[in-house]
């Protein structure tokens, strides 16, 4: 069974320019969320999502932030305009969606803005 | 708003030591989740912690849930340089599978 799956492993984008990030969840798992973490710090919760509904984006920047886990394909986080401050790395987790199940994370993709 | 604090924030002692790591709130949770996180991966579970009062071994880890369910410990006996990584708690306090993690313990065992 492949895990989760993330790509890029690392990605450069000069100010101004457009992130996107992807997640291949587990197979059979139909909930999928978005952590962001800074260097020396614990996981922030950005964005929760099943399949073609976002349940809960409240730790989600309002503005240049968007994510979407379609019917088919992976899930996409996108940063728009990025700006250094959105220097991190960002980890997905997959779930089947059950009490008490655990979360199954990627490998993160590593965001450097230039 | 952080809902999950831990303590220690940074830990470092040499190997065979026994250390303690604490994971506090004032909100209660339905189940508590231990990981622990190497340099350049993901998380990876350890254990869930379900039930106030339960205690749960992992070879040299032994977690506890507390009987209010607003509390976790890790606890190594004899720590390994193995062991050094962060270690995060986690859990969904509004039941609708919204897991926050902890602030994080960073422990490192010197040989």
């Known amino acids: 069974n492949a895990g989760v799956m993330q790509n890029p492993r690392h990605l450069v984008r000069r100010r101004g320019q457009e992130a996107r990030l992807r997640c291949s969840p587990m197979?059979?798992?139909?909930?999928v969320y978005w952590y962001r973490q800074l260097p020396e710090e614990g996981l922030k919760f950005m964005v929760y999502?099943?399949?073609?509904?976002?349940?809960?984006e409240s730790g989600m920047p309002k503005e240049r932030f968007s994510a979407e886990f379609p019917k088919e394909g992976p899930s996409i986080l996108r940063i728009q305009q990025v700006v250094r401050g959105d220097s991190a790395a960002y980890f997905c987790?997959?779930?089947?969606?059950?009490?008490?199940?655990?979360?199954?994370f990627g490998n993160g993709t590593r965001l450097t803005v230039t | 708003t952080q809902l999950l604090e831990q303590s220690p924030q940074f830990l470092s002692i040499q190997e065979g030591e026994n250390l303690t790591v604490y994971c506090n709130s004032s909100s209660v949770f339905s189940s508590l989740q231990w990981y622990r996180q190497e340099p350049g991966e993901g998380p990876v579970l350890l254990v869930t912690v379900v039930t106030g009062g339960e205690v749960k071994k992992l070879k040299r880890l032994t977690f506890q849930f507390g009987d209010a369910r607003k509390d976790s410990s890790l606890h190594i006996t004899a720590a390994q340089p193995g062991d050094t990584g962060l270690y995060l708690c986690a859990g969904d306090a509004s039941g609708t599978y919204k897991y926050i993690f902890g602030t994080g313990t960073r422990l490192k065992v010197l040989a």
């Open positions: 197979k059979g798992h139909s909930h």
């Open positions: 999502l099943q399949k073609e509904n976002i349940i809960d």
């Open positions: 987790a997959s779930s089947p969606g059950q009490e008490n199940s655990p979360l199954h």
